[in-house]
């Protein structure tokens, strides 16, 4: 069929890797070559994702794809991508409201009172666990609680890249076992697997890793000690004093917090609740503290800005670093690489070239170590490519589902497959959404803190162990059902 005065032609493996494997080689050269050959800097993502989509739209027109038809399947796929976007503005807000009230600055300051520095690595790993679990967002996890310990190890002179991957590793716990979680339910409901057998079966992977990664960062704390000497007493003096100058604080400063608590557990939607949270913060600064309605606009905008507190002299460095931050700008980059990255997926969705690679590249799949490896590995790629783990569960489901039914293993290993590679692997990746997310929200770059990120590290290697043992794989339970229907 002719379309445009160009042959549409049939979707062959050829066609949908073009653009895969364009991707692939331009990040190698610019996020290696360009930056450790050259000597010339990293090349944004927003350039590397645009290259891409470029290579993508040329690969369908020249399979026949009018403009029209190319440029319907990128808004569709930045539509489905609005809701992320929407969250990031939304979280942007949240923390430039929640500075301005007072409620993250007393959080740090009294945070830095009963802290001991001794376990900051440890408590910085289980404390968004237990928030994480309580609420099921890691994104809601780290752009609340998680700035408030990354204020605390900036004052107590931590290592930054390890408390941020302990912080993004202890909110993905949360994320991957709260029956509150989006990817939870999801990855579920794309393998047809009851919720809380889905949960039990990931307890298998999750729980080991989680103990591990405790175990590990209070044996690297030891070596990366947040130490505490003169300097850092004289800071820590310094910055306590800073706060109380700034801000007034009080029980009532904590509503905020509350307010999206309650509605995570009661699973209310998360961009409205982070709305009503900034916008009772508005109202507590307005009480409580001595910022105008001026300033407290400028910085739901811009973010707040230590310079509006015209009555405290002499704020260290540190303070203005922890407390400049927020605004709806503050996401701007993240969103705007979002957008582009979800561009680039809309030209790999209009000849549905994931399903097709996957489908194609599993079919010598024969045993059950073999079928759950793959299934590890075809989440893990396709949600590197797709930076979204909405479609990576239902692309990887529906090809992974009869070959997992085929060899009797239980479809709720094959929903924990979803999850622990595919949910786990994009918090450590520059690219996608989230790394993207926890990069501009925690201040250190994904590719600093991801070594640290110790529950991904062995969330991955126990998944492994288990499909190559089949130890916690619950073959059993498949071996005594086919014996009944022998009998």
Same mark, same amino acid.
């Given at each position: 069929?002719?379309?445009?005065?160009?042959?549409?032609?049939?979707?062959?493996?050829?066609?949908?890797?073009? =653009?895969?494997?364009?991707?692939?080689?331009?990040?190698?050269?610019?996020?290696?070559?360009?930056?450790?050959?050259?000597?010339?800097?990293?090349?944004?993502?927003?350039?590397?994702?645009?290259?891409?989509?470029?290579?993508?739209?040329?690969?369908?027109?020249?399979?026949?794809?009018?403009?029209?038809?190319?440029?319907?399947?990128?808004?569709?796929?930045?539509?489905?991508?609005?809701?992320?976007?929407?969250?990031?503005?939304?979280?942007?807000?949240?923390?430039?409201?929640?500075?301005?009230?007072?409620?993250? =600055?007393?959080?740090?300051?009294?945070? #830095?009172?009963?802290?001991?520095?001794?376990?900051?690595?440890?408590?910085?790993?289980?404390?968004?666990?237990?928030?994480?679990?309580?609420?099921?967002?890691?994104?809601?996890?780290?752009?609340?609680?998680? #700035? *408030?310990?990354?204020?605390?190890?900036?004052? +107590?002179?931590?290592?930054?890249?390890?408390?941020?991957?302990?912080?993004?590793?202890?909110?993905?716990?949360?994320?991957?076992?709260?029956?509150?979680?989006?990817?939870?339910?999801?990855?579920?409901?794309?393998?047809? *697997?009851?919720?809380?057998?889905?949960?039990?079966?990931?307890?298998?992977?999750?729980?080991?890793?989680?103990?591990?990664?405790? %175990?590990?960062?209070?044996?690297?704390?030891?070596?990366?000690?947040?130490?505490?000497?003169?300097?850092?007493?004289?800071?820590?003096?310094?910055?306590?004093?800073?706060?109380?100058?700034?801000?007034?604080?009080?029980?009532?400063?904590?509503?905020?917090?509350?307010?999206?608590?309650?509605?995570?557990?009661?699973?209310?939607?998360?961009?409205?609740?982070?709305?009503?949270?900034?916008?009772?913060?508005? *109202?507590?600064?307005?009480?409580?503290?001595?910022?105008?309605?001026?300033?407290?606009?400028? *910085?739901?905008?811009?973010?707040?800005?230590?310079?509006?507190?015209?009555?405290?002299?002499?704020?260290?460095?540190?303070?203005?670093?922890?407390?400049?931050?927020?605004?709806?700008?503050?996401?701007?980059? =993240?969103?705007?690489?979002?957008?582009?990255?979800?561009?680039?997926?809309?030209?790999?969705?209009?000849?549905?070239?994931?399903?097709?690679?996957?489908?194609?590249?599993?079919?010598?799949?024969?045993?059950?170590?073999?079928?759950?490896?793959?299934?590890?590995?075809?989440?893990?790629?396709?949600?590197?490519?797709?930076?979204?783990?909405?479609? +990576?569960?239902?692309?990887?489901?529906?090809?992974?589902?009869?070959?997992?039914?085929?060899?009797?293993? =239980?479809?709720?290993?094959?929903?924990? %497959?979803?999850?622990?590679?595919? +949910?786990?692997?994009?918090?450590?990746?520059?690219?996608?959404?989230?790394?993207?997310?926890?990069?501009?929200?925690?201040?250190?770059?994904?590719?600093?803190?991801?070594?640290?990120?110790?529950?991904?590290?062995?969330?991955?290697?126990?998944?492994?162990?288990?499909?190559?043992?089949?130890?916690? %794989?619950?073959?059993?339970?498949?071996?005594?059902?086919?014996?009944?229907?022998?009998?």
């Amino acid at each position: 069929m002719k379309v445009g005065g160009i042959m549409k032609k049939e979707v062959k493996v050829s066609n949908a890797l073009v =653009p895969i494997i364009g991707l692939f080689l331009i990040m190698i050269y610019g996020l290696i070559i360009q930056p450790k050959v050259l000597q010339l800097g990293e090349m944004p993502l927003e350039m590397i994702f645009m290259f891409a989509a470029a290579i993508g739209t040329a690969n369908l027109y020249f399979m026949g794809y009018t403009w029209d038809e190319i440029q319907e399947s990128m808004v569709k796929k930045i539509t489905q991508g609005l809701p992320a976007m929407m969250i990031l503005f939304s979280i942007g807000v949240v923390v430039g409201a929640w500075i301005v009230s007072g409620t993250i =600055p007393m959080l740090i300051y009294y945070g #830095i009172k009963i802290m001991n520095p001794k376990y900051i690595y440890v408590i910085a790993f289980i404390v968004p666990i237990i928030f994480s679990t309580l609420t099921g967002t890691s994104w809601g996890s780290v752009g609340t609680i998680g #700035i *408030v310990i990354m204020g605390i190890a900036q004052v +107590t002179g931590a290592h930054l890249p390890l408390i941020a991957g302990a912080i993004v590793g202890g909110a993905y716990f949360g994320d991957k076992l709260s029956p509150l979680s989006d990817t939870t339910n999801i990855a579920a409901l794309a393998a047809d *697997v009851p919720l809380y057998d889905h949960i039990r079966s990931m307890m298998n992977t999750t729980i080991p890793a989680a103990a591990l990664a405790t %175990c590990m960062y209070g044996l690297v704390g030891h070596f990366y000690s947040a130490k505490t000497t003169e300097v850092n007493l004289s800071m820590i003096s310094e910055t306590l004093e800073a706060l109380e100058s700034v801000f007034n604080f009080n029980i009532l400063l904590l509503i905020p917090t509350a307010i999206v608590l309650y509605c995570s557990v009661k699973r209310k939607p998360t961009v409205p609740a982070l709305i009503f949270s900034s916008i009772v913060s508005l *109202v507590i600064a307005l009480i409580f503290q001595k910022f105008s309605l001026g300033d407290i606009i400028k *910085v739901l905008h811009g973010g707040f800005n230590i310079e509006m507190a015209s009555w405290a002299k002499d704020i260290p460095l540190n303070v203005v670093t922890i407390l400049n931050r927020g605004g709806l700008y503050s996401m701007a980059s =993240p969103v705007i690489v979002t957008f582009i990255v979800f561009v680039y997926i809309g030209t790999l969705d209009r000849i549905n070239a994931l399903p097709l690679l996957v489908e194609k590249g599993f079919a010598f799949v024969k045993t059950r170590t073999s079928a759950i490896l793959s299934a590890l590995g075809a989440t893990m790629v396709t949600n590197g490519m797709t930076s979204n783990q909405f479609a +990576t569960s239902f692309i990887v489901a529906e090809a992974f589902k009869p070959k997992f039914d085929q060899l009797r293993i =239980p479809r709720k290993v094959l929903s924990r %497959c979803l999850e622990d590679t595919g +949910t786990m692997i994009e918090s450590v990746l520059p690219w996608t959404t989230t790394g993207l997310f926890m990069s501009a929200t925690l201040g250190v770059a994904v590719m600093d803190y991801n070594r640290w990120q110790f529950l991904t590290m062995f969330n991955i290697i126990v998944a492994i162990i288990l499909a190559i043992t089949g130890k916690g %794989c619950f073959y059993n339970e498949m071996d005594k059902e086919e014996k009944k229907e022998v009998k």
